[in-house]
């Protein structure tokens, strides 16, 4: 029925992709699943009211396996679904009348890549070009925030609610290519507020879209969830004007969580008229204890002091 009238809930969707893989001789089970907003199964006593969803699970090895989930026409077949990250699902075997709970997880880095070249001005502008590659989860998230929303409402979340930075044309590369990077070619103008005839002021800190810092409360009383790990590269080349010079630079920085879980770098380099500025940030864990929280409130504190810094050019 549902095939017939093209509208099924999640099981029947993918019970449909589940029948398809068995006859083109594909091993694959029906896995039962709890979505991130309807919190994680309790693999001690798993009942069956912690479960919403079905998808389907394809093993490859003991170390490989696909999630795939129909339901949402952006998924990629080798991305397991960002909302059923970090839980545990019933694996059925009904030809070997088995079943299995398995956590399902993504362990791989998951980039975005921002790369900026810019011109600032005398009068207090900034001109430039960005590029930002889009990897994985951040593919997925920014095609369907695009084809869903509109262009007009996906320029303005690029904005991040900065009124002084004005984007003129947003050009995409393989929008329609799951298997590479989504690529947005941004030009763009920013008025650098703050500036007078002597001073000029700004935070190489463009389109990082990590937003504000999530960690502003000193306790938590849950465990952090990221979903996965997030890896971002920004680095941007700003020309500075004839007539003026540094007066004020970043120092170069390295930090890094005591397990190691998170990383963040800064490199800052001045050569012939042009600073340099590199950001790094790693996280190489998806879940946090609440019991590490003070060390994190501290870690985001510091890295993101450092990532609205202003560097200062004074008039020559």
Do not use: C
Request: hydrophobic share 35%.
């Amino acid at each position: 029925k549902a095939w017939d009238k093209k509208i099924g809930n999640s099981t029947e969707i993918n019970l449909m992709v589940y029948h398809l893989l068995m006859r083109a001789g594909i091993k694959a089970y029906p896995i039962l699943m709890s979505t991130r907003k309807n919190g994680k199964v309790n693999p001690a006593y798993p009942t069956r009211y912690q479960f919403n969803t079905t998808a389907t699970y394809v093993p490859i090895d003991s170390a490989t396996y696909y999630v795939l989930d129909a339901t949402n026409k952006y998924n990629m077949y080798n991305v397991i679904p960002h909302n059923l990250l970090n839980s545990f699902g019933l694996t059925i075997d009904k030809e070997n009348r088995k079943y299995d709970i398995t956590f399902i997880q993504n362990t791989a880095p998951v980039r975005d890549v921002v790369l900026i070249n810019a011109d600032i001005k005398p009068d207090g502008k900034m001109e430039g070009l960005a590029q930002i590659s889009n990897f994985s989860y951040n593919r997925i998230d920014n095609v369907e925030s695009y084809k869903t929303d509109g262009e007009k409402k996906f320029i303005e979340n690029l904005k991040e609610g900065n009124n002084d930075l004005k984007i003129s044309s947003v050009k995409f590369d393989n929008m329609d290519v799951d298997s590479l990077p989504l690529t947005q070619n941004i030009n763009f103008n920013l008025d650098l507020t703050g500036s007078d005839e002597t001073y000029i002021y700004f935070k190489p800190n463009l389109f990082i879209s990590m937003g504000a810092n999530p960690f502003m409360s000193e306790k938590r009383t849950t465990d952090i969830d990221f979903g996965y790990n997030n890896n971002y590269i920004i680095s941007g080349n700003y020309k500075v004007p004839a007539v003026y010079k540094t007066d004020a630079l970043h120092k170069s920085a390295r930090m890094e969580m005591s397990d190691q879980s998170i990383g963040f770098k800064r490199l800052v380099v001045e050569q012939e008229g042009v600073i340099t500025v590199r950001y790094t940030i790693s996280f190489k864990k998806s879940i946090m204890f609440k019991e590490n929280y003070e060390e994190i409130h501290e870690f985001f504190k510091k890295m993101y002091e450092m990532l609205n810094e202003q560097i200062i050019l004074k008039k020559a």
